[in-house]
């Protein structure tokens, strides 16, 4: 009978593997359409994640201002304590909005505007500053003058003609922007429903997964759920911070040395920081090439070193001391993250890359490590 038995698993094991071989195959084999579906997925349940990530990033704030209130010694306020501190957050949070959009965004507007309006200017100014160069100068390389050539055949006037129907694309881009205001809107209700209610929804959780899950599994499940909400709460705060206050740094430098479009450059800078690594580069990069047009080399080499200076500040004094050591990984598997992260999911992927990575280290090196455990002692 346990011969039967036996022989009955494997025939079942055998059957099962031959039916994930064939499901892998259909996959691979329809690889486009099964991206296009999920693509299709993941764009409406973008209010939903989006809401998800402004309530991580309200979390610190309202958990900090709800223990204030759960202090206070009237009796109302106390036992109101999560939807008072859910109210004084989104109203600070408005507030730091009315600030930006009042103060912050006509700056960043007209400096966006001044811009737009000299690329002509500015793009035959590049193109003679490379001609005037020597011949035997390393920017004038094969590689470069090839390059070179295209750019300088490209009109680029014609992309900043009225007459010539690219500003209809402009402008649906725009109608594009204000048609994602209903998707505002739902985030938003959806981050204060999950503030409110967050321990519920927790419980929630952990009452389904020990229901349908073993005890052991259940707690490595349990284990690694926590982990990975400090893996992405800290990293999204702290990387949010550090991006205001690399951009605030930069844009009072910029100032102090009178680059023109310093706000929009430190603005720039700071949100291409939330990218580790990469984005900082190619931010600094994008400043030096305009302040070498509108400023001039002795202004852009001046520019490149402050700024320099101030992201090895930032990446040896300030990250550390916001993210500490829970986030530390190797640069390999950060580019690696955020090259595979931005190929499949954009630019939130590229910034989500990072703690996914991380995660799925933390799991893998648990595993590695249990598996080494028990064969040595099965050695021993």
């Known amino acids: 009978m346990g011969e039967i038995k036996q022989e009955w698993k494997k025939r079942i094991s055998w059957l099962i593997i031959a039916i994930v071989v064939v499901i892998v195959y259909k996959m691979l084999d329809n690889f486009s359409s099964i991206q296009a579906w999920f693509g299709t997925f993941f764009s409406i349940l973008k209010p939903f994640l989006l809401g998800i990530l402004i309530s991580y990033i309200l979390f610190l704030p309202c958990k900090k201002i709800e223990d204030i209130y759960i202090k206070s010694k009237l009796k109302f306020i106390s036992k109101k304590a999560r939807g008072l501190s859910v109210v004084t957050t989104y109203m600070i949070f408005l507030l730091i909005i009315v600030i930006i959009v009042n103060c912050i965004y006509p700056i960043l507007r007209d400096s966006v505007i001044d811009l737009v309006s000299n690329i002509p200017s500015y793009y035959d100014i590049l193109v003679k500053k490379y001609t005037d160069l020597p011949e035997d100068s390393l920017l004038k390389s094969d590689i470069i003058k090839e390059k070179m050539s295209e750019l300088t055949s490209i009109d680029i006037k014609q992309y900043l003609n009225i007459s010539n129907g690219k500003i209809m694309e402009y402008i649906k881009n725009i109608i594009n922007i204000f048609s994602g205001i209903f998707d ?12 409110l209610q967050r321990s519920s929804i927790v419980n929630s959780l952990r009452r389904f997964g020990r229901a349908v899950f073993k005890k052991n599994t259940y707690e ?25 206050i690399v951009g605030i740094l930069t844009t009072c430098a910029m100032l102090i040395l009178k680059v023109r479009y310093a706000p929009l450059i430190g603005f720039m ?15 600094v990069g994008i400043g030096i090439l305009i302040t070498l047009i509108t400023g001039g080399f002795g202004k852009a080499l001046a520019m490149a070193i ?18 500490g050591s829970s986030l530390k990984t190797s640069t390999l598997l950060v ?10 999911f954009g630019i939130l992927g590229m910034f989500l890359g990072v703690p996914v990575a991380v995660v799925i280290k933390t799991i893998l090196t648990d595993f590695v490590d249990s598996r080494n455990e028990i064969k040595d002692r099965e050695e021993q």
């Open 269 to 283: 800078i700071g949100l291409f920081n939330l990218i580790p690594y990469v984005g900082a580069i190619v931010a």
């Open 220 to 244: 490595t499940i349990d284990r690694y759920f926590t982990k990975s909400n400090e893996v992405f709460f800290t990293f999204i705060t702290s990387q949010l911070l550090d991006a205001v």
């Open 184 to 195: 505002v809107f739902v985030s938003i209700v959806v981050s204060i429903y999950i503030l």
């Open 335 to 344: 580019l690696f993250s955020i090259t595979v992260g931005g190929a499949y």
């Open 306 to 323: 402050v700024v320099i200076i101030l992201q090895q500040i930032d990446a040896n004094i300030i990250n550390p001391k916001i993210i």
